[in-house]
């Protein structure tokens, strides 16, 4: 097939095809500045159970993220996702937490996501080619219903982190509201009624028995694990400060980045409780994917701890992110990249200095398998460049007070595209892969030119009313700096369409004068560089 250009009246538009397991193929017109979530509202037109709330999309066998953008993961014309319909109700089933391909199986509960009057069990089966004939290979008892196959081998909806191998629960999302204080984020949560409820940004959950407030922030794993603990014991996950009203949480789930699908013995795994300066440990009631549930907790600091063997973790799995920044403001193309366990509290640490030094991300995906502490990384690239202090990157854990390790990379001839690859120097295995175009440098300098916020908006207006994404994020930034108010904010998010959104916030920022809408030119090249870059680049 041809690949499709862009029409002109249209100029970003492009279509891209979408299969589900029922053997449905559909076509959908978006643009690259549309989110996962606007995908899914327009292919919600031609089938209404597709939505971004009855339904997940996967793409180059990832879970896509509903507040990313197309662009995000260079989607390209003519493309073919796979979106599977999300599936609630009856008891719980004990499924497979890994995509097949993989030695070890290992099952545990669904948790919230289960199946009604089915006896489905989990066998290793490509998704992948359910999507080229989506009845081949499935169980009997299954028939007419290959979603609920798939999922049976791939819990969890809307995954908790980056794994290819673990698939998290489906829990309600709750979307905290953020306040800076001493330096530091405060995250508030109204949890609306009973039920199980996941914070949208930092992965913590709650179980609760009735409508509560919970207030809770990180806090630092160095600054409470006395030297001695800190030869024992090794972070495997954030630590919190957590506060709520007492009797009401029944569990809480803290997020953990220790890969469960290589079927580890997770007898180390504890839970540490801090409270007057003294730590106690306690088992976890089960683990998930990504998280370790206590049941009836009491609140103080919280977080997941793993025992050290023989002086090392080089035996345990580790979720892992690479993160890339390019400095705008360094000679030629200068780029750093950090290899860091999934733990927001470090990624939010290490984006913040980034900012710190004019450096802007570059989104890429994680590595393709765990990785292990105590262990280092080789990095290479297919083209010339120059990687300093040198090519390996040791795995390991920093607290986020910490200097993050990392590797700059000098790029004096950027050419059109160029790999970056990233081996295991015990035996040479590839773990990561990723690819940089020069149309990604280029976005982000355009982006770096600096004009008036209040130029920008008066310029833009009509295309910021129609194309500005991520409102609730953008709110709760323009909160914290004290540009808009916690009504205001509430106001906003009451109107009933995103367009009308963007339409009042920006009447309202250009009423409140040049220092709000250079807030909100700041907040757009964080949040949404090449939407701003697309924009200046027409200016």
Same mark, same amino acid.
């Given at each position: 097939m041809a690949e499709q250009q862009p029409t002109a009246d249209s100029p970003a538009e492009f279509r891209i095809f979408v299969k589900t397991l029922t053997g449905q193929n559909l076509a959908v017109q978006v643009s690259l500045d549309d989110t996962v979530r606007d995908f899914q509202v327009k292919l919600s037109a031609q089938d209404s159970s597709l939505g971004p709330e009855t339904a997940f999309v996967i793409w180059n066998q990832q879970y896509m993220n509903q507040?990313?953008?197309?662009?995000?993961?260079?989607?390209?014309?003519?493309?073919? &996702?796979?979106?599977? *319909? %999300?599936?609630?109700?009856?008891?719980?089933? @004990?499924?497979?937490?890994?995509?097949?391909?993989?030695?070890?199986?290992?099952y545990e509960s669904l948790g919230p996501v289960y199946f009604q009057g089915m006896d489905?069990?989990? *066998?290793?089966v490509d998704p992948w080619k359910l999507v080229a004939d989506p009845h081949e290979?499935? @169980?009997?008892?299954?028939?007419?219903?290959?979603?609920?196959?798939?999922?049976?081998?791939? @819990?969890?909806?809307?995954?908790?982190?980056?794994?290819?191998?673990?698939?998290?629960?489906?829990? #309600?999302e709750v979307t905290p509201k953020i306040t800076r204080a001493s330096g530091k984020h405060m995250y508030q949560a109204h949890l609306p009624g009973e039920g199980v409820f996941q914070c949208s940004i930092t992965g913590l959950g709650f179980e609760v028995k009735s409508a509560v407030t919970v207030t809770y922030r990180y806090a630092t794993w160095t600054r409470h694990l006395s030297r001695d603990d800190q030869e024992t014991w090794v972070p495997a996950g954030p630590l919190f400060h957590i506060a709520v009203q007492p009797g009401v949480v029944r569990a809480v789930r803290l997020p953990h980045f220790i890969c469960l699908a290589e079927d580890?013995?997770?007898?180390?795994?504890?839970?540490?409780?801090?409270?007057?300066?003294?730590? !106690? $440990?306690? *088992?976890?009631?089960?683990?998930?994917?990504?998280?370790?549930?206590?049941?009836?907790?009491?609140?103080?600091?919280?977080?997941?701890?793993?025992? %050290?063997?023989?002086?090392?973790?080089?035996?345990? #799995?580790m979720h892992s992110l &690479?993160?890339?920044?390019?400095?705008l403001s360094a000679a030629d193309t200068t780029l750093h990249l950090y290899l860091i366990p999934d733990d927001n509290s470090v990624r939010q640490a290490v984006e913040e200095q980034e900012q710190n030094w004019n450096s802007k991300l570059i989104p890429k995906p994680p590595p393709?398998?765990?990785?292990?502490?105590?262990?280092?990384? %080789? &990095?290479?690239?297919?083209?010339? &460049?120059?990687?300093? @202090?040198?090519? +390996?990157?040791?795995?390991?854990?920093?607290? #986020? =007070?910490?200097?993050?390790?990392?590797?700059?990379?000098?790029? *004096?001839n950027m050419v059109e595209e160029m790999s970056f690859l990233m081996t295991d120097t015990r035996n040479d295995t590839e773990v990561w892969r990723a690819s940089l175009r020069s149309g990604d440098i280029k976005l982000l300098a355009r982006a770096s030119k600096t004009i008036s916020g209040a130029a920008f908006v008066k310029k833009h207006q009509t295309e910021l009313c129609s194309r500005m994404r991520q409102l609730p994020i953008i709110l709760q930034y323009l909160r914290?700096?004290?540009?808009?108010?916690?009504?205001?904010? +509430?106001? $906003?998010?009451?109107?009933?369409?995103?367009?009308?959104?963007?339409?009042? $916030?920006?009447?309202?920022?250009?009423?409140?004068?040049?220092?709000?809408?250079?807030?909100?030119?700041?907040? $757009?090249?964080?949040?949404?560089?090449?939407?701003?870059?697309?924009?200046? =680049?027409? !200016?």
């Open positions: 507040d990313l953008t197309l662009r995000s993961y260079e989607i390209k014309p003519d493309c073919t &996702v796979l979106c599977v *319909r %999300r599936l609630r109700g009856g008891s719980s089933l @004990p499924v497979e937490s890994r995509l097949p391909g993989k030695a070890g199986p290992r489905i069990k989990p *066998r290793h290979s499935l @169980p009997a008892e299954a028939s007419g219903s290959a979603e609920a196959s798939f999922l049976s081998m791939n @819990p969890g909806s809307s995954p908790q982190g980056t794994c290819r191998s673990c698939m998290g629960e489906v829990l #309600p580890i013995d997770t007898n180390p795994c504890f839970i540490a409780h801090f409270e007057s300066g003294k730590m !106690t $440990l306690q *088992r976890p009631t089960r683990l998930t994917a990504f998280s370790a549930v206590l049941e009836n907790p009491s609140f103080s600091l919280l977080g997941v701890l793993w025992r %050290r063997l023989r002086s090392t973790l080089n035996s345990f #799995p &690479v993160l890339i920044f390019h400095q393709f398998n765990p990785l292990f502490f105590g262990c280092s990384y %080789r &990095v290479t690239s297919t083209s010339f &460049v120059e990687i300093t @202090p040198n090519t +390996e990157l040791p795995f390991c854990y920093k607290s #986020p =007070k910490e200097q993050q390790l990392f590797v700059e990379i000098y790029i *004096r914290d700096a004290n540009v808009i108010n916690s009504d205001e904010e +509430e106001e $906003l998010q009451g109107l009933d369409t995103n367009k009308r959104k963007n339409r009042v $916030l920006l009447d309202l920022v250009k009423k409140k004068g040049p220092k709000a809408q250079e807030q909100l030119y700041q907040i $757009l090249q964080i949040k949404d560089p090449y939407l701003v870059a697309d924009l200046e =680049k027409s !200016t």
